[in-house]
């Protein structure tokens, strides 16, 4: 396994992909079957309570929204478990905590044998709901945009007098490792800082936050823009910060690991890869009820890659449907270009890099026959 | 085997000189009379913008299902590609979000 970072629980791969552990999905991509995703990353709500300058779900917004109703989501769920998803993270474009379906949606999935996993503010995220979720849950990320309080209100929230979102945010982490410890869980939390050049300060600030708190890693990544640059990430102010970040790395100890992800930040703004096949393996599903195969085809500007709505049919009819392959299929052809019709570095950049790799004889995706990693249905 | 591994090393079609070299209104034109042609499934389809690099962004006159719109656009781009350049690439206008809190950034979502 490669970029593997050993942790007291096993080899964590952030800075990678994890498609060696699932090769017969591989192999029956490269066979030409209709493959189900080994994972799908999703929100159950478009809402969320912060406001984050770095956030992509600002370019998402689809034609409409659909409220995901309690009966959807265990009905999604059904349907995954149904046509062999093997893992669910809840990102996406929402803050999934806020949803009335988050705590029965995690419980049946968990039953149902499916890995699940969620990115928070943990502003709503309260002890009640903790208990709920936490022994169902293969990690959590915390988003925590900046390790000093000020500085982490101004970026996600109204301004640096609100630092009661980083008390409250703080309070709900340290509740989550204590009850980790306390029930001796498998779960790996962890805290996310999303690194636009200009918030170098943050740093160290951030990686020490971690290393305090007692995550089990904090990792620092790139931040994303759309084709049209409206974010405005100047990728080329990375390369100056790589001293800062490898400082931070160096404040890992055995408890907690810093964590850069170098492949995403070196890649820049530009893929190695024209055709998109990642979202094959790695599909993505919107808060507000649409399918589509990325989040970066969430906005109504892809709206030709739009699939389908879960509230509106069922998810195994969608996936089942010509519909879903055509748009599949497109981004493979040389009708779509990435480099050039969609935004940087998307959730499947490493899948899309080994399976284009793969395809291209450059480096072949062989099978894993070690140990899994740790999260390895996530990949 | 499948086919899709071999359009990796593929490029993607670019537009021909022909088009290139007509004014954007010509361009316009000639899609949306394409779009009158089949009124019956594209009436409610207007042309909004048609570039020199094949960018042609269409305006939906009334919401669509998703079920229905990528279908409906997708059909809309091979026939574009067929009957006029095959460098054609069709988009949808641009939604900026919908979110009053995080609209306070001031983030704008560009259209180009």
């Not at chain 1, 906005?299 to 069922?314: P, Q, V």
């Not at chain 2, 394409?34 to 913008?49: C, P």
């Not at chain 2, 206008?93 to 609209?103: F, H, V, Y």
Request: hydrophobic residues 40%; negative net charge; charged residues 25%.
């Amino acid at each position: 396994m490669t970029n593997a970072v050993e942790t007291k629980e096993g080899a964590l791969i952030l800075d990678s992909h994890k498609l060696s552990c699932h090769y017969d999905r591989v192999q029956a991509w490269e066979a030409g079957e209709r493959i189900a995703p080994v994972s799908v990353d999703m929100s159950l709500t478009r809402a969320c309570g912060a406001m984050c300058s770095f956030c992509y779900a600002m370019m998402q917004e689809s034609q409409s929204r659909s409220s995901i109703k309690v009966q959807d989501a265990l009905n999604l769920a059904d349907d995954f478990a149904e046509i062999g998803i093997r893992s669910v993270s809840l990102v996406s474009d929402g803050e999934s905590t806020l949803s009335k379906a988050y705590v029965p949606f995690i419980q049946h999935l968990s039953s149902l044998g499916i890995d699940v996993a969620n990115a928070t503010n943990a502003w709503e995220w309260e002890a009640e709901k903790v208990d709920q979720i936490l022994p169902h849950m293969t990690w959590i990320r915390f988003t925590v945009a900046a390790g000093r309080p000020e500085s982490y209100a101004k970026i996600m929230y109204k301004g640096p007098e609100h630092t009661e979102v980083f008390d409250r945010a703080i309070k709900n982490i340290k509740y989550a490792v204590d009850l980790k410890k306390k029930l001796g869980l498998k779960v790996t939390l962890g805290i996310q800082m999303v690194l636009m050049p200009e918030l170098k300060d943050e740093i160290i600030p951030f990686a020490k936050l971690g290393v305090d708190l007692g995550v089990d890693y904090a990792v620092i990544k790139h931040c994303s823009d759309d084709e049209s640059g409206s974010l405005g990430i100047d990728y080329s102010q990375y390369e100056p910060l790589y001293d800062l970040l490898t400082q931070a790395e160096a404040m890992s100890n055995d408890q907690t690991k810093v964590i850069v992800k170098w492949n995403k930040i070196k890649d820049g703004d530009k893929p190695s890869y024209k055709r998109f096949y990642g979202p094959q393996f790695l599909l993505q599903i919107s808060g507000s009820g649409l399918v589509a195969p990325s989040g970066m085809f969430f906005n109504a500007r892809y709206s030709k890659l739009h699939i389908g709505n879960f509230t509106e049919e069922r998810f195994k009819d969608i996936w089942k449907s010509e519909r879903y392959w055509r748009a599949m299929n497109y981004l493979a052809s040389p009708n779509f270009d990435a480099q050039t019709m969609m935004g940087t570095l998307p959730i499947q950049h490493y899948i899309s890099t080994a399976l284009d790799n793969h395809a291209k004889g450059i480096q072949r995706i062989n099978p894993n026959e070690g140990k899994n990693p740790l999260h390895h249905n996530f990949l | 085997m499948n086919k899709q591994l071999e359009n990796a090393v593929l490029d993607s079609p670019t537009p021909s000189k022909k088009w290139r070299e007509m004014s954007h209104d010509d361009r316009k034109t000639f899609l949306n009379d394409i779009l009158k042609q089949r009124s019956d499934f594209y009436e409610n389809f207007e042309v909004a913008h048609a570039k020199d690099d094949g960018q042609v962004i269409v305006k939906m006159m009334r919401a669509l299902n998703p079920s229905e719109r990528g279908t409906l656009l997708l059909d809309l781009e091979e026939l574009f590609k067929l009957e006029i350049d095959q460098g054609i690439n069709l988009w949808a206008e641009a939604l900026g979000d919908k979110n009053s809190l995080r609209n306070l950034r001031g983030i704008e979502v560009k259209h180009d």
